[in-house]
């Protein structure tokens, strides 16, 4: 079965490659993703997969379905870019790689007895869109879910930290900066003050908490008070209780911006929390004996490592079942995510490999826990 599950990527190689381009080509940015979200409904249904387009109301997800077995593998495909970085994190990889692995299965899926379900979740870049799949139903009884994220080294073990994201605003008063600046209300003051305060806080906040964001618009003309301003931030930590302590803390920092300036703040979710990923131990065990077998090599140190330090909603999929999320590695060094530098790895030779060895260690894996615990 292995054998003929890398057969068929191989064989699809070239149309996934294809995917993954015209994905990269193409980035669309948080809910936004209409055509990817086509593009890889399409590979599937060509497939022989059941496609459901605008799956359980969201605009831009999708659930394919194939087999009828008892063992339910589930497939995450997501496909959203960064503002202003495009694939600056890979998730066109992430798409052709889960529908890769998925079409490896999809022949296999009565000799496993299993069900192939592929789940094309949008908005993972902070706005939590497995979330909302998972308060609407999705995923709930699988067996395993699974998918591969791009980095600049191949990393099996790390597992991501919880992370909340707020849309900040304050609003102030405006006044001419120079004639009458005592009418004014200043909104660029009060989040100047947010930052210093923040600044002072990580003193007391643990090594292993993170708090970074950035004023998305900071005022209008330099001779006027602004009235309005905006900001995204996001705060990290091990756990969503550890989260749950340092949050309160750094929105009065926040507070303490309103209060100096006599501005109003609103602070609005920009999602529920992301979790801190659980790794089914077992599936993990497996997918690096195979990703070893097709001659991956595994980072211990450095950069691979420091993937710990990242937050995603595959976390909210592993508190409800088995989960894996390992780390595909694209030779990108030293173009790490979340930059422009790592956007341009993820199309080429390097990235082409990742697409292939990710679908079949996938594939492999899904096939070594179907016989496990079917």
């Not at 086509?38 to 496609?51: C, H, I, N, R």
């Not at 909302?132 to 591969?148: P, S």
């Not at 001779?223 to 340092?246: D, M, S």
């Not at 211990?300 to 508190?319: I, K, L, P, Y």
Request: aromatic content about 6%; charged content about 20%.
């Amino acid at each position: 079965m292995k054998q003929a599950a890398a057969a068929t990527i191989q064989a699809s190689r070239e149309r996934l490659i294809g995917l993954s381009e015209r994905i990269h080509s193409h980035p669309e940015t948080a809910w936004q993703e209409h055509r990817a979200a086509e593009w890889v409904g399409q590979a599937l249904a060509e497939s022989g997969f059941t496609v459901t387009n605008k799956y359980l109301g969201l605009e831009t997800a999708l659930f394919a379905k194939t087999g009828t077995g008892q063992f339910r593998i589930g497939l995450c495909a997501e496909y959203d870019a960064l503002p202003g970085l495009g694939h600056a994190c890979g998730h066109n990889l992430i798409a052709a790689i889960a529908v890769g692995a998925a079409i490896a299965l999809a022949p296999l899926a009565d000799e496993l007895d299993a069900t192939i379900e592929v789940y094309g979740t949008p908005a993972e870049e902070g706005g939590g869109g497995k979330i909302e799949m998972l308060k609407r139903g999705a995923f709930k009884g699988l067996d395993l879910a699974m998918m591969a994220h791009p980095a600049p080294l191949d990393a099996a073990g790390e597992k991501s930290v919880a992370v909340s994201h707020s849309h900040l605003s304050y609003h102030g008063k405006a006044a001419h900066a120079a004639a009458f600046p005592e009418h004014g209300v200043n909104a660029a003051d009060a989040f100047t003050i947010a930052q210093v305060s923040i600044g002072l806080l990580r003193q007391q906040l643990p090594s292993t908490a993170r708090v970074h964001g950035v004023v998305t618009n900071g005022g209008d003309a330099p001779n006027a008070i602004p009235e309005h301003t905006e900001g995204r931030w996001y705060v990290r930590a091990p756990t969503l209780a550890a989260l749950a302590e340092i949050a309160p803390k750094v929105r009065r920092c926040f507070e303490a911006g309103a209060l100096a300036t006599g501005c109003e703040l609103e602070i609005i979710p920009e999602s529920e929390p992301y979790a801190e990923l659980r790794v089914d131990e077992a599936a993990l065990a497996a997918y690096l004996q195979n990703a070893e077998a097709l001659g991956r090599h595994f980072a211990t140190e450095g950069s691979a490592v420091q993937m710990n330090r990242v937050s995603t909603d595959m976390g909210n999929v592993s508190h409800v079942v088995p989960t894996i999320h390992p780390y595909i590695g694209i030779g990108s060094l030293p173009a790490l995510n979340h930059q422009k530098e790592f956007a341009a790895h993820c199309v080429g030779p390097a990235a082409e490999l990742a697409i292939t060895d990710a679908a079949t260690a996938l594939a492999w894996t899904a096939i070594d826990m179907a016989q496990v615990r079917g």
